[in-house]
């Protein structure tokens, strides 16, 4: 029982050191090939776009937390939409900024419970019901967008951009926004029924827990991080385009398993994800320095996630 | 919901087949030109590849995992047969085999560490799509003629993809529901100790399911390529989610090995059809995406009236 407790405290505190280890090493590899050149460039440019990975990694290692078959496979079309639609309503006007940002905030609200209330009616796994509804909020995303590409308001692209001493202002937010749901995740009733949730839903429903109540908050969370990561990911890239969550599909589930967070549920952890987006960007980059394609790129990308779950399973566990 | 004559139970296996037969009805109803030969062979062409995508994702989904790299694997098969197997169709063929191979050992990999396949997959994913970019850098390529003849051939009375249709649907369903193995195998997903105290290999049969999976996968990519003509490092990635939902909308579960080959089929043309349904309605084509979720959504709300009225018993 002794042994099996310090072995479970290994597992809790070293799966998130990994990922920051794992992009120190990447950071000296460029390093290393650059002669040291641009290394505070390099970690600014890491911090720019890991900003928006971890932004939606963190809606979605609630979700992933929640237990297995809990995945937000809406998070893409939850930014596209919301991006979308908050530019057309800013439509390049600085006093519409905050307006805009309040749009982009009730699309996520919208589809989180909507997803909400498909998983509840339908009783499908919410891999299901996240599914589903990504695909009517593509459409409707399509369909707003009307292949217009409206540019964001500029101090919004602006303050997007904006850095303090070399760190980006919105990565800063985030790093924020990461301790606050870090202290959410393991020091508040919610972040604790989230856990106990994906470790047991019938043992927490029977200690009390609204199970219900809890799945709501969690996956209408997510939508909303999505929207924000929306919002600001458009005025960022110049307006909105309606490929512009595609990526985030894969890599928001990539960023929360190298991060640590146990995919089967129960255990999530909040510092592992901002290690694992500057690692996922910064990989991009070094293989990008060594001169290495799109195609070996990603093939390194996929065997780095497997040997990631590979190494932090064992062959004895059940799931 | 009590009437006397309600089967629940026939209903919900039913419940595919009258979900196409509405669609292709209100097709027919609102463009009677399209109950031809020539029509219909226009409208299910592409459910060939999505079908077979299905069926490869349903082989999975049957032993309690989930494939999310069938998309980019499609794809990588696709453009290997729009380029290995069209110029050197000898290592084109062998590197079909090599990603079987790859499949089977993912799944024997899933199994002995126990490992979550959503990951695996994941990973996967960006494997299958690096890999399709060096082998097909730009959109292009050509398929093979023997592919293209016989994607395009119009057999005498019933469409190709009809027959096609039929053809993959009962070859699976002897295969997977009536054989022994077949029973096993689904055994795996339903209750894996059982089957392992009775004396099957648990990893055989994960290795065989994945096996399977890579089988039909890369006869997607052969189908696709055969329709198309050239292929594109990025030209399946949506049948990852169609595949999915063409599954559960089959009368697939995500648990327990309850799959229906014949109703991922339907599944597979329903989802296919509702892309083009919106045209015929002379609705915004933006919307095509949306009607695909949608139906998805449309026919899992029916199937919850129908276990409730089954539960009410």
Known sequence: MNQNSIGLRRYFTRPWIWSYLAAAGTWLGIMAFTGGQGGGEVLSAALTFGTFFALVAIGQMFVITLGPGNVDLSIPATMTLAGTIAMKTMDGSDAMIPVGLAVALATGLAVGVGNFALILLLRIPPIIATLSSSFIVQSTAIWWNRGLRVRPPETLSDFAVAQIFGVPILAILVILLAIIMHIVLTRTVFGRSVTAVGQNQRAAYLAGIKVEQVRFKTYVMSAIFAATCGYFLAAFSGGAALNMGQEYLLSSIAVVVIGGTSVAGGFGNVPGLWGASLFLFLLVTMLNTFGLGAGPRLILTGAIIILVIVAASSPKSRR | ?313
């Open chain 2, 1 to 313: 919901m009590n009437r006397i004559g309600f089967n629940p139970r026939l209903a919900r296996a039913l419940l595919p087949a009258l979900s196409l037969a509405v669609i292709l009805g209100t097709i027919f109803y609102l463009q009677p030109r399209t109950m031809s030969y020539f029509g219909l062979n226009l409208l299910l062409n592409l459910a060939i590849p999505i079908a077979l995508a299905t069926i490869a994702q349903m082989f999975i989904i049957c032993v309690n995992d989930l494939d999310l790299s069938i998309g980019s694997y499609v794809s990588f098969t696709a453009c290997i047969a729009a380029t290995l197997l069209h110029d050197t169709p000898l290592l084109g063929l062998a590197a079909l085999i090599g990603c079987v191979i790859v499949y089977a050992a993912l799944g024997a990999l899933i199994h002995i560490r126990n490992l979550p396949a959503i990951v695996v997959t994941l990973g996967m994913s960006f494997v299958w799509m690096g890999a399709a970019i060096l082998v097909l850098p730009t959109p292009g390529g050509e398929a093979p003629t023997w592919l293209s003849g016989l994607m395009g051939w119009d057999p005498p009375y019933v469409p190709f993809p009809i027959i096609a249709s039929i053809v993959i649907a009962v070859i699976i369903h002897i295969g997977l529901m009536w054989s022994p193995y077949g029973a096993v195998l689904r055994g795996v997903g339903g209750n894996p100790k059982a089957v392992q105290r009775a004396g099957w290999s648990l990893l055989r049969a994960k290795i065989t399911m994945y096996a399977l999976a890579g089988v039909f996968g890369a006869l997607a990519g052969l189908a696709l390529v055969g329709l198309t003509t050239s292929a594109d490092a990025n030209i399946a990635l949506r049948y990852t989610l169609l595949s999915i939902a063409g599954v559960i909308l089959g009368g697939g579960e995500f648990v327990g090995g309850r799959v229906s080959p014949i109703g991922a089929v339907i599944g597979a043309m329903t989802l296919t059809l509702a892309g083009s349904f919106l045209s015929f309605l002379r609705l915004n084509p933006d919307w095509q995406i949306g009607a695909q979720g949608a139906i998805l959504i449309i026919v899992l709300a029916l199937r919850v009236l129908i276990n409730r009225s089954e539960a009410r018993r």
